[in-house]
């Protein structure tokens, strides 16, 4: 069964320090992955997505994910974290030939001025 | 903006009760997926239509039903509500049926406080 791992529920950085934030997946075949974002009282925005070809995808808002098969990961990066930068960050999937996304439990950014 | 609009933006109802949410699709885009996010059980997807025909299931409930109107706008009616049934619904929509790599655009939500 699909499933979507994102380790840690929340995380903290400093304004200018590294965003990363964690999603791994489990899959037979690599399906097709996204990162969302959420800010308070709005509805899911599109930051980036894999579906074929090279592994490292940039998206808006600076950020950046590389999809790595052999660990099942998708991480989210970010160089420098903005104020602006603090929401919740879902990542999901969706297998080749499915129609839904599947959406990790969600992490929620705090960036500390 | 996402271009896929969601009235109303709040609903306060009592258990028991029925109600109705309304999702218009991006123009051009022929499927809409509904999706339930809840403290409990996070972002999950209820039901997809194509073109007015339903075309995917998820972990919605026999008390939940959907329908995709001619004009493309679907409603999902929620019936019989129970305190648990609080939470936020989204749709989404894409371009094609079965398009891995299409990208769901998401209304802003509708949110359900079940008293």
């Known amino acids: 069964a699909q499933s979507v791992t994102q380790l840690g529920s929340h995380v903290s950085v400093s304004e200018g320090a590294l965003v990363l934030l964690r999603c791994n997946y489990s899959?037979?075949?690599?399906?097709?992955l996204f990162w969302y974002v959420q800010y308070p009282n709005q509805g899911l925005q599109l930051l980036l997505k894999y579906t074929t070809g090279a592994t490292l995808v940039k998206g808006i808002n600076g950020f950046e994910a590389e999809f790595k098969k052999s660990e099942t990961s998708f991480h989210l990066t970010k160089p420098s974290a903005h104020m602006s930068d603090a929401a919740e960050y879902f990542c999901?999937?969706?297998?080749?030939?499915?129609?839904?996304?599947?959406f990790g439990t969600g992490t929620r950014l705090t960036v500390i001025p | 903006d996402s271009g896929v609009t969601q009235t109303p933006k709040h609903l306060i109802t009592a258990t028991g009760q029925r109600v109705t949410l309304r999702c218009s699709p991006r123009?051009?885009?022929?499927?809409v997926y509904w999706y339930q996010q809840s403290l409990d059980q996070g972002l999950q997807f209820l039901i997809q239509?194509?073109?007015?025909?339903?075309?995917a299931k998820g972990n919605i409930l026999e008390r939940f039903s959907a329908q995709q109107f001619p004009d493309l706008h679907s409603e999902l009616n929620l019936s019989s509500l129970e305190l648990g049934d609080s939470a936020l619904y989204f749709c989404?929509?894409?371009?094609?049926?079965?398009?891995?790599?299409?990208?769901?655009?998401f209304g802003p939500g509708t949110r359900l406080t079940v008293l």
């Open positions: 239509y194509y073109n007015g025909e339903e075309r």
């Open positions: 999901a999937v969706r297998e080749t030939g499915a129609n839904n996304l599947f």
């Open positions: 123009s051009g885009d022929l499927s």
């Open positions: 899959s037979s075949v690599p399906p097709y």
């Open positions: 989404a929509s894409s371009p094609r049926d079965v398009g891995g790599r299409d990208t769901q655009y």
